[in-house]
């Protein structure tokens, strides 16, 4: 059998690769956006055990995302990190923010917050597209 | 009622979705707007992408690396088609064959799909633009089906849930500019359960099974539902033929799970090829167990 690494490793070796180019920006992404998956992963299933019963269901039913959500990402992440940002995006993790209560969600500092966060992902995804026109790409932008 | 005794409605009363054609996401302003400037920065990645590349003389992504027959360099639209887009390109070109048996990991919608319009059109037009024409429609799906189903759930969320999912932290916005499979595994998701809570159950199901032909892993949402839509069967709150509906996505999966494995001789063939893509994903969680 070939030798498989857990998922600490992995990440590692991710981040390894990352810095290889000598392109260290790709470590700060590599961070933050495997640091977000994990938070909306924890609070996904957190405000969603919180919603009401009719908003559940209008979400696909008491326990298909939660589990959906476990199945695609929990699963893969503890085999391998390559890829969980995609994965993160087709699940319940990818707008995990809108399950907030109403209250937060109407607050206009929420609005602001929300927008920065947007702002700021949009500058980082200028600059990943830079990279990966001027050649940056090669060991770790695959693994997105 | 009225006066005379008949039926009045007031319109205002009427739930959102009667007064609106199902493709009412498709031509909200909104989503236009977004997919125009996805496919504008798409064009200008593409085509400086591809210059970039001209200029060094050097074919870039995983078609080097690639046993691959008849791919040709188009400048402009190559760079649409790295990465993941390659294999698709590769697939759609090559078909699943001894040559790489590694690429029989993908499954099939979206390579079979290109390869009906190469032939529709003689394979006279490029695959790389075709492939690149489907991921911009895969792009507008997507953008329209996560706004139809946030924007029913609450009013405004559906242009939250678009800018969430276009510029998240997870800063995958290169799947909404290159060839990825992603908006369009996030359009029928989000598809699907919109139709499981409007109770369109053969809808629902023609949908995730489209989801599980396009990855592997669209089986597992198509599982979880066939489940729930069994357990309320039992408590009566769905008729039996939700239930039988339910069974298409996992029939279909299970015929092509056996189809592939008997073809390449590999238990599992469609999950066991992972591995040669540098992806242990079942040998770790199997430890010791090296039943692949």
Redesign the interface.
């Known amino acids: 059998m070939a030798h498989s690494a857990g998922p600490w490793e992995q990440w590692i070796v991710f981040n390894e690769l990352n810095l290889k180019p000598g392109f260290a920006f790709g470590y700060l992404v590599t961070d933050i956006s495997i640091a977000w998956a994990a938070l909306g992963f924890g609070c996904g299933v957190w405000l969603w055990l919180r919603l009401s019963a009719e908003r559940r269901q209008k979400l696909g039913g008491a326990w298909v995302m939660p589990l959906f959500t476990c199945f695609v990402v929990l699963i893969p992440f503890c085999t391998l990190v390559a890829s969980v940002q995609r994965y993160s995006l087709t699940t319940l993790i990818g707008v995990w923010p809108l399950l907030l209560s109403d209250r937060v969600q109407d607050s206009p500092w929420f609005d602001l917050v929300e927008t920065l966060i947007w702002m700021l992902s949009l500058l980082m995804c200028l600059l990943i597209l830079v990279a990966f026109v001027t050649g940056y790409k090669y060991e770790w932008i695959l693994f997105f | 009622m009225d006066s005379a005794g008949n039926m009045t409605v007031d319109a205002n009363t009427l739930p959102i979705e009667s007064s609106r054609r199902w493709w009412w996401p498709y031509t909200h302003p909104l989503v236009v707007r977004i997919c125009i400037v996805l496919l504008i920065l798409k064009v200008i990645?593409g085509v400086?992408?591809g210059a970039?590349v001209a200029s060094?003389g050097v074919l870039?992504g995983?078609t080097h690396i690639l046993n691959s027959r008849s791919l040709s360099y188009t400048f402009g639209t190559s760079e649409l088609t790295?990465?993941e887009g390659s294999l698709f390109w590769n697939i759609a070109v090559n078909g699943y064959t001894d040559y790489d048996q590694k690429n029989i990991a993908k499954f099939p919608l979206y390579s079979a799909v290109t390869r009906s319009l190469w032939n529709v059109t003689g394979q006279t037009v490029s695959v790389t633009l075709i492939l690149s024409i489907l991921h911009s429609l895969m792009v507008w799906a997507g953008v329209a089906e996560?706004y139809r189903f946030?924007e029913?759930?609450r009013a405004g969320?559906g242009r939250?849930?678009v800018?969430?999912?276009l510029?998240?932290?997870?800063?995958?916005?290169?799947?909404w500019?290159a060839s990825?499979m992603?908006p369009g595994?996030?359009a029928l998701?989000w598809l699907s359960?919109t139709l499981?809570?409007k109770r369109k159950w053969a809808l629902c199901s023609a949908a995730l099974l489209c989801l599980t032909m396009l990855q592997p892993?669209g089986v597992?949402?198509a599982c979880?539902?066939g489940v729930?839509r069994l357990y309320q069967w039992s408590k009566g709150k769905t008729p039996l033929t939700a239930v039988v509906w339910a069974l298409l996505p996992g029939a279909a999966w299970l015929i092509w799970i056996v189809f592939t494995s008997l073809w390449f001789h590999r238990f599992l063939a469609a999950y066991a090829f992972q591995d040669q893509w540098?992806?242990?994903?079942?040998?770790?969680?199997l430890g010791?167990v090296?039943c692949f």
């Open positions: 990645l400086s992408a970039a060094r870039h995983w790295e990465g996560t946030w029913e759930y969320y939250r849930a800018l969430w999912l510029l998240s932290p997870l800063f995958v916005l290169h799947i500019l990825y992603e595994f996030i998701m359960l499981e809570y892993s597992i949402l979880f539902l729930r540098g992806r242990g994903t079942f040998r770790w969680a010791a090296d």
